[in-house]
């Protein structure tokens, strides 16, 4: 049996296929522990892996001042400050600290999430073994299509990264650390991609579901077998950049309570008023077991987060997709792309146009079966049985 260590940034979407796969390894023998700061992700790690907690380089206020200052950014300002203001400080600092994970766990493998390049640096000045986890398949779409600049940008921050920490100057240039050219897993499916040419060392494993912490409790017998079924969800987006759109949503698709149900995740305040008014069409809730939901929905209404696209056309459901930032738009094109889905706009869409949104998604079949086509992709790319298998192999 191998040990192998995982290394998580501070950033919840980035966690859940991280323990899942974490969790198949341990299920099958393997030591297996996670790195990462248990302010942010503690409650996200499963009992049974345990976590060694790294510390934290961010207080609270430190993290809402990031947030607000990125705010108001899109395009290339907002991947310079992602890379600049963020990633890059949480690189220098989670260095020593990972150094101090590996004397402690002595892993035969390190798996490190693609934006903890820290650790990657760590892994590839010492020689270690390491694979990256990718969580999302954006920067395998042609991410800055005609901004190649940009991309460049961002190979020469890294390669002046790993000088700056004691990596050899030619392997420093020959090498990105968002990518291990041992192995690379993506949370994803090819079929997604404008060109599904990948090299070798790189697999897609689909949605990397597996073991989670405890999952929220669900009035299943609150759903309605004879109307179809919505989920309203934002991830991780702010209560602040998030309230109007999920009102938004939530308004207009109480148009539609003879026919759907809705389910909204969103904290307390902000549509309970409508709940109330209409406790039989209008479910709103902090948390909702997503993944044992998705069996009875119809369509999703989200941000194109790629954790709740990839669970969503993993089940063959449809979206409609309002992406903010980051990695969003991209992942918001494959799914119209596909035509698993529609795009709307986020900071734009009122009650009428996710009404129609939805109301077109359910009205034409061809959306569905789209879906059913990546579900099948899904589940040939194997999942979490399929990562651990090739991390098997690497670790052996």
């Not at 979407?13 to 899942?20: F, R």
């Not at 590839?124 to 991410?143: G, Q, V």
């Not at 077991?289 to 993993?314: D, F, I, R, W, Y």
Request: glycine fraction near 10%; hydrophobic fraction near 50%; charged fraction near 20%.
């Amino acid at each position: 049996m191998s040990r192998v260590l995982f290394v998580v940034p501070p950033l919840t979407g980035h966690v859940n296929p991280a323990v899942g796969i974490a969790g198949e390894l341990a299920d099958r023998g393997h030591d297996v522990a996670v790195a990462g700061h248990a302010g942010v992700i503690g409650g996200l790690v499963p009992p049974g892996l345990p976590l060694l907690a790294l510390p934290e380089t961010l207080s609270e206020d430190d993290r809402a001042d990031i947030v607000a200052r990125s705010r108001a950014l899109r395009g290339p300002a907002s991947l310079k400050f992602l890379w600049e203001d963020f990633l890059l400080p949480l690189a220098a600092a989670m260095a020593p600290a990972v150094d101090a994970a590996v004397d402690e766990f002595r892993p035969d493998l390190l798996v490190i999430d693609q934006q903890a390049v820290g650790a990657a640096m760590v892994a590839r000045r010492r020689r270690l073994h390491w694979a990256t986890l990718a969580t999302t398949s954006a920067e395998f779409d042609n991410p800055y299509g005609v901004l190649a600049g940009l991309g460049q940008w961002v190979a020469d921050l890294l390669r002046d990264f790993q000088l700056a920490q004691g990596v050899p100057a030619g392997e420093a240039a020959a090498g990105d650390l968002r990518f291990s050219d041992e192995l690379t897993l993506v949370a994803s499916v090819r079929e997604l991609l404008r060109d599904p040419e990948v090299p070798s060392h790189v697999a897609f494993v689909g949605s990397a579901v597996g073991r989670r912490a405890q999952t929220a409790a669900f009035p299943w017998e609150w759903l309605d077998p004879d109307r179809e079924a919505v989920l309203v969800s934002l991830g991780t987006v702010t209560r602040e950049a998030g309230g109007r759109f999920l009102r938004a949503a939530a308004e207009g698709l109480l148009g539609l309570a003879g026919r759907a149900q809705t389910v909204v995740v969103a904290p307390p305040g902000l549509v309970d008023d409508l709940a109330d008014a209409a406790p039989d069409d209008l479910l709103v809730a902090p948390f909702v077991p997503q993944v044992e939901l998705m069996p009875k929905l119809s369509a999703v209404v989200c941000h194109a987060g790629n954790n709740t696209v990839c669970e969503a056309l993993s089940r063959g459901v449809p979206l409609v997709v309002a992406p903010v930032r980051d990695d969003q738009p991209i992942i918001g094109e494959q799914i119209a792309r596909s035509g698993a889905g529609l795009r709307i706009k986020f900071g734009r869409a009122g009650p009428a146009a996710v009404r129609a949104a939805v109301t077109a998604l359910l009205d034409d079949p061809s959306h569905r079966q789209a879906a059913g086509r990546l579900r099948e992709a899904f589940a040939a790319a194997g999942g979490v049985a399929a990562a651990a298998d090739r991390l098997e192999k690497l670790a052996a």
